[in-house]
């Protein structure tokens, strides 16, 4: 069965700093990845994919993911952290029978000035 | 175009009551899922409608949990005999479908209900 694991509940990064939220999978075959941001009170928004091509994914609001197949990774960067990048953040594989996205549980990212 | 909608944004119900909730997705999208999301829980599939597709209820909790798409636009979930469990953020999504290996259109996910069940 598909499945991602996000292993920090919460990520604390000053301002201007990189930030990493961390992502891995498990998947049988090619995996589809996302990551998916949630700002409070509104619902999930689409950040970036990886379906296949380059590892290096750029996405919305100057995130980037890199996908690593030799460690089943999925991290997703940002080279200078602001205050308003702290959300929830969730990482998704597609499942490969269905459809639907199988998400991580989640990380919470707090941006502090 | 608008995205995707939903309502009532937030629902407050007492057990054993019946909640409806509405999805409108996007115009075009043939592809509408259900998700719960749970406090401290991350994002459950409930439900997904493909097209004209026998809908994959896989995700259900239970037979108290149903979901309809009528003309293949909106959809409604309903959750009958509500228990405290089911309080949580209900969020539909719509997506393109797909036609093709290697692709995959994103979905589109609307704002949520917040169901709570006193």
């Known amino acids: 069965a598909q499945s991602v694991a996000q292993p920090e509940d919460q990520v604390n990064v000053a301002e201007g700093n990189p930030l990493t939220v961390k992502c891995t999978y498990s998947?049988?075959?090619?995996?589809?990845l996302f990551w998916y941001v949630q700002y409070p009170n509104r619902g999930l928004q689409f950040l970036l994919k990886?379906?296949?091509?380059?590892?290096l994914v750029k996405g919305s609001y100057g995130f980037e993911a890199e996908f690593n197949k030799s460690q089943t990774s999925f991290h997703l960067k940002k080279p200078s952290a602001l205050v308003s990048d702290s959300a929830l953040y969730f990482c998704a594989v597609r499942d490969i029978d269905t459809d639907k996205l199988i998400f991580g549980t989640g990380t919470r990212l707090q941006v502090f000035p | 175009g608008a995205g995707v909608s939903q309502s009532p944004s937030n629902k407050v119900t007492e057990k054993g009551k019946d909640v409806e909730l509405r999805c409108d997705p996007i115009?075009?999208?043939?592809?509408l899922y259900w998700y719960r999301q749970s406090l401290g829980q991350g994002l459950e599939f409930l439900i997904y409608f493909q097209g004209n597709s026998a809908p994959d209820k896989s995700g259900l909790p239970s037979d108290r949990f149903s979901a309809e798409r009528t003309g293949g636009s909106v959809s409604t979930l309903t959750i009958q005999r509500t228990q405290q469990e089911d309080s949580a953020v209900y969020l539909c999504?719509?997506?393109?479908?797909?036609?093709?290996?290697?692709?995959?259109?994103?979905?589109?996910f609307g704002p949520g209900t917040r169901l709570t069940v006193l």
């Open positions: 999504a719509s997506s393109l479908p797909v036609f093709r290996a290697h692709s995959y259109n994103e979905q589109f």
């Open positions: 990886y379906i296949t091509g380059d590892n």
């Open positions: 998947v049988s075959g090619n995996p589809y």
């Open positions: 115009s075009g999208h043939t592809a």
